[in-house]
């Protein structure tokens, strides 16, 4: 069995130590994968004041850059989007984003239907709104 580290070239880079994903025999389990973008600290649909809180978001815009890094990371592993069998969702504000989140990772997840578990929590590290933690086929 191979326990390879697995690094993206055009996913953002991991705030921790760890790798982007890990692949174990022919799974492939993605660390969790927020919305923000390569070589820089910009998170697409945050607004931030001078102190780093967040003064609007657009949940929307996150999804498709979560599910687009989550879509990096597979690809850059051998993977695809349609091997994708389980998610789960962390979301900051489930009342609020959980009818938009759904309906944008309905049109993601159109083919292919992952099994799924939508969890809210108080935070995350970085001043996000939604994170994935994902494992897939190879």
Same mark, same amino acid.
């Given at each position: 069995?191979? @326990?390879d580290r697995i690094n993206s070239s055009k996913a953002p880079e991991p705030v921790g130590a760890y790798p982007h994903a890990r692949k174990v025999g022919? &799974? &492939?389990? &993605?660390?969790?994968?927020?919305?923000?973008e390569r070589g820089t600290k910009k998170i697409p649909g945050v607004e931030l004041d001078d102190s780093g809180n967040i003064v !609007? #978001?657009?949940i929307e815009t996150q999804c498709n850059s979560v599910f687009q @890094?989550?879509?990096y990371i &597979? /690809?850059?592993?051998? !993977? !695809?989007?349609? @091997?994708? +069998?389980? +998610?789960?969702?962390?979301l900051t504000n489930m009342k609020d984003d959980f009818k938009t #989140?759904?309906? +944008? #990772?309905? /049109?993601?997840f159109k083919d292919n239907q992952p099994c799924r578990t939508t969890i809210e929590i108080n935070c995350l590290p970085t001043p996000i709104a939604i994170e994935l933690k994902v494992i897939a086929t190879i």
């Open positions: 069995m191979s @326990n022919n &799974l &492939l389990f &993605l660390s969790g994968v927020g919305p923000r !609007s #978001y657009d @890094n989550i879509k &597979l /690809e850059d592993a051998g !993977s !695809s989007w349609d @091997n994708v +069998v389980d +998610v789960q969702v962390f #989140y759904n309906r +944008v #990772y309905a /049109e993601w």
